[in-house]
């Protein structure tokens, strides 16, 4: 059974970085496409980043400010968060999908984390 632990959440002002960690546990297979979503209070989950087999994909309101990367040594994707801004404020999940597919809908992916808190503050 596959598992996703997110990590570095965190509270931070308007302008800094945060770099977010989603460490894969279990049977997770090498063909897999990976992603995170983000959910804030009172509004619907919204896909922020994804990548698979090398090739990444951005949300608009993420792209130029955010790189995401996998580590399969330590079976671990980040997305490295810049220039945060209020509106970034969320609880941001790491989701798996099986095969190299990216998708940008929640409905695709059928592992998920427990989510880490972003709080950026103006």
């Known amino acids: 059974q596959v598992q996703l632990v997110e990590s570095g959440g965190g509270l931070v002002q308007a302008g800094d970085s945060l770099r977010l960690s989603c460490a894969a546990s279990g049977r997770t297979g090498s063909n897999n496409a990976m992603a995170w979503f983000r959910q804030a209070p009172g509004k619907e989950r919204e896909f922020v980043s994804a990548i698979s087999d090398g090739a990444t994909y951005y949300a608009d309101s993420v792209k130029g400010r955010s790189v995401i990367f996998r580590d399969n040594s330590k079976n671990t994707m980040y997305l490295q968060m810049n220039n945060l801004k209020p509106e970034d404020t969320a609880v941001y999940y790491c989701?798996?999908?099986?095969?190299?597919?990216?998708?940008?809908?929640?409905?695709?992916?059928?592992?998920w984390g427990q989510g880490t808190q972003v709080t950026v503050s103006s």
């Open positions: 989701a798996l999908r099986r095969g190299l597919i990216i998708s940008t809908s929640s409905l695709d992916f059928q592992i």
